[in-house]
């Protein structure tokens, strides 16, 4: 009796130690781990496709969750990962679509995070050439192409052009080739951008992931609210506006939308919109 | 019953080892309806010799059979009853398992099946304990289960390797009244031992086996003239003592 | 065939007393559980992923009857003598070969098909959790396509387990011989088709050449039962590769029995 109440006595003490221990365990790996990111990429595809077996798909999730971690890293100590993280992060990216081609995931990240944050658009364009191949039914494969042509990389002709191979697809959504038009006719930046990022978020089960994102879309809504607006004053008057007072003074806009990153909105000649900020968080 | 001429057994050597030979040129003849007892020191050769009779192993040279019919062949096994040295049963499973196996292959029909295994459970005294598996059992509880299992289908012929090894004194009385009841019903027995002893109280015929040869057969009686008391030791010491000075 | 059978149905009760089953079959639905949980952090294709982790289960699940169980059962069999009960009875090597690889097939079913249920659950927890937009793609037949060429390969891998433990003479190196062919039996095809396109340019000896080309006929292609990543994505896989695979794993099972128990019935059980 008195040796199992000793024992009861010895184990609690050493449960308390345990207790103690396991979150400075956990801080002390997170030492090592501050945003860094698997190596796993750097095996050559060759390699790391025989070596996984019959998991192959299995190990493409594990690397998404190791990618996916990285980024919710990032995000959470909200510093911007260096090029040559970005780098190994594409050549993970690169691993994962050659063990699962067909893994949305990997080329929803490679649009989401490549072209939007790291503005690595020849590396997030080859993944999404990749992506055509193993998914030629999927519409937003050619349509995210299209899309960085156009936006980051301003060839319009040759993003009308995707948007128009995406509109092709069965399935794609209808306001595909109006926009393709527009996207010709008007360069409608922010509005191509809006709903670009509203069709991103609408797919996707984790908006959290990206709060940025959110934002974005905040400022954006207001931009494409600017390039209706015009849109709507050049089809009336058929002249452009001056300025954006004087869309609001003739009732196109109801009033001058907020920049959520803080700038000015500019109305160029040609219809299309943007803001002193140039959206991007100012440097404190 | 069964018929062994000029049996040898060489153990080729694997990997820089010395092939060893385990039997050389045994001859063996046991009549129908008798105990035969194979006596001799270890490594002489017994256990050997009744694998090539089970076809567990291959003689080098020699014939062998069964009933007639040849130890090579499958059918040379389907009146036989076989007790390993270490029984051999696997221990996840209760001795119904194994019966049940066994009347499977046999096709013992249902109400025969039923009716046999509480006759032999209870005769190996297990009966209460039928249905537990072996994992549970002590070392004299697996040896008359394996009993059991070589009993069950009523064979014409019951080899057994030590039979009384690992079973106390009771227990060797219960496989001794086993094996007289069961020749006594004109079966033919034939076991190897080191018990002396048991092999003189019950054996018809005795065969001691050194280094592999077949030294010499005697009947109980013959013993009794030639030796005196407890004549099976000094024949089995000197047979032994001599081989082993030659 | 009756002595085959009866061999079949003793080694499959006796697999079932094995307590290592029930405790593979748990940590695997654990895993399964565990995959509908970790398949909430990925973006778009969640029931890819979770087909992708509860097929690999079942196959893992299935595996660890060629890779353990039928190791303890077959070359510990041997090794411990516990054969002698059954040899020394009207049954011939090769009988008792078949009979327990039919044993070691009726576990791996009951297993697999026990952990087919498993991915049947975690697919409608998901699908709950989640929501149906994300399992749109869900293809039945091809996880049953899948499941099946799965079972097909743990087949394989059966047979090679009889077949290696009636080579060698010790348990572990029959484990090693079986683990190795698994790994040899999904690596060939890959290292096959590298050396065909050799993007790298490195010029590749012949005698490597001529070693991939034995590997590839002497190991089973079981690459070619993998067809999990298809079915996770809900891709149509065509009946007849089904059918065509069938045969060839039958053959290949058959060749290695018949080779398997050549040897076995060479062997003294000393």
């Known amino acids: 009796m008195k040796r199992s109440f000793t024992l009861l006595v010895f184990f609690s003490v050493l449960f308390a130690l345990m207790g103690v221990m396991t979150d400075k365990v956990h801080n002390l790996r997170t030492k090592y781990l501050a945003a860094s990111i698997s190596q796993i990429g750097r095996i050559p595809s060759s390699v790391l496709v025989a070596t996984s077996l019959e998991y192959k798909g299995v190990v493409a999730d594990m690397m998404f969750l ?63 050439a990749k992506a055509r191949r193993y998914r030629p039914d999927d519409w937003r494969m050619p349509y995210y192409i299209g899309f960085n042509h156009f936006y980051f990389q301003k060839q319009y002709a040759l993003g009308a052009d995707y948007v128009m191979q995406a509109a092709n697809i069965s399935g794609s959504p209808s306001y595909l080739p109006n926009l393709a038009a527009r996207l010709a006719f008007y360069g409608s930046r922010s509005k191509t951008a809006l709903l670009f990022i509203k069709e991103l978020i609408a797919q996707n089960k984790q908006i959290e992931l990206n709060p940025e994102l959110e934002k974005r879309l905040a400022a954006f809504e207001a931009a494409a609210s600017i390039e209706d607006a015009a849109v709507g004053f050049i089809n009336r008057f058929d002249r452009r506006p001056v300025n954006i007072s004087e869309l609001v003074k003739t009732g196109f806009l109801s009033a001058v939308p907020l920049d959520p990153y803080g700038g000015e909105w500019r109305l160029y000649i040609d219809g299309h919109v943007d803001s002193t900020s140039n959206f991007v968080e100012r440097e404190k | 019953m069964i018929q062994a001429e000029h049996l040898s057994k060489k153990y080729t050597g694997h990997l820089g080892r010395k092939p060893t030979l385990a039997l050389s040129d045994v001859s063996l ?30 003689a080098s040279s020699g014939i062998a059979s069964l009933n007639g019919v040849s130890v090579s062949e499958i059918r040379s096994r389907q009146q036989l009853g076989y007790l390993p040295e270490n029984p051999c049963l696997y221990d996840s499973l209760s001795v119904v398992d194994h019966l049940n196996f066994i009347a499977r292959l046999y096709q013992l029909p249902k109400d025969l099946l039923s009716k046999r295994m509480d006759d032999v459970l209870t005769r190996v005294g297990l009966d209460d304990v039928a249905h537990r598996s072996l994992r549970t059992y002590s070392k004299g509880m697996v040896q008359r289960a394996a009993l059991a299992c070589a009993l069950f289908t009523e064979p014409d012929l019951l080899i057994l390797d030590e039979p009384m090894s690992g079973l106390d004194p009771l227990g060797r009385k219960m496989v001794l009244d086993i094996i007289r009841e069961y020749n006594s019903r004109g079966n033919t027995v034939l076991f190897c031992s080191h018990v002396l002893n048991d092999v003189e109280r019950i054996c018809d015929r005795i065969a001691i086996m050194n280094k592999g040869k077949l030294v010499v057969t005697v009947t109980p009686q013959q013993l009794q003239q030639e030796e005196g008391d407890s004549p099976l030791e000094s024949l089995f010491m000197r047979t032994v003592l001599e081989e082993g000075s030659a | 065939m009756r002595a085959v059978f009866s061999v079949a149905l003793l080694s499959f009760k006796e697999g079932l007393r094995q307590r290592v089953l029930y405790g593979v079959v748990l940590a695997a639905l654990l895993m399964m559980s565990g995959a509908v949980l970790v398949s909430g952090f990925f973006l778009r294709d969640i ?39 059954l040899l020394s009875r009207p049954i011939s090597r090769g009988q008792y070969l078949f009979g327990k690889f039919n044993g070691l097939l009726l576990l791996t079913g009951l297993v697999m098909l026990f952990l087919s249920i498993g991915v049947y659950l975690s697919l409608e927890c998901g699908e709950f959790l989640f929501g149906e937009r994300f399992f749109v793609t869900v293809s039945w037949n091809s996880i049953f396509a899948a499941l099946f060429l799965s079972f097909l390969s743990v087949m394989i891998l059966n047979a090679l387990a009889v077949f290696w433990s009636t080579l060698t003479t010790s348990s572990f190196l029959a484990t090693l011989l079986t683990v190795f062919s698994y790994v040899i039996g999904h690596f060939v095809d890959d290292v096959v088709r590298f050396l065909q396109v050799n993007t790298t340019g490195v010029e590749i000896s012949s005698s490597i050449k001529q070693v991939v080309e034995i590997a590839k006929y002497s190991f089973p292609n079981l690459a070619a039962f993998d067809v999990k990543s298809v079915a996770a994505h809900g891709m149509v896989i065509p009946l007849a590769d089904v059918v065509f695979l069938t045969f060839y794993a039958g053959i290949y099972c058959s060749l290695l029995l018949t080779l398997a128990t050549i040897f076995f019935r060479r062997r003294d059980l000393a």
Do not use: C
């Open chain 1, 66 to 128: 190791n990618a996916s971690n990285f980024i919710g890293r990032n995000l959470m100590e909200r510093r911007s990962p260096q090029p040559e993280e970005w780098q190994t992060f594409y050549l993970m990216l690169d691993r994962m679509s050659a063990l699962d081609g067909r893994f949305l995931d990997t080329y929803v990240f490679a649009e989401m995070m490549l072209a939007w944050q790291a503005r690595m658009y020849d590396e997030a364009n080859s993944l999404l």
């Open chain 2, 29 to 58: 003849h046991v009549k129908e309806k008798e105990i035969f007892g194979i006596v001799g020191p270890n490594g002489a050769g017994k256990s050997t010799l009744l694998k090539i009779l089970l076809g567990l192993v291959k």
């Open chain 3, 47 to 85: 029931s890819k992923v979770i087909l992708d982790f509860s097929l690999a289960t079942v196959t893992l699940g299935g595996l660890t009857i060629p890779l353990f169980l039928a190791i303890h059962m077959l070359a510990r069999d041997i090794e411990r003598r516990t054969v002698f009960s």
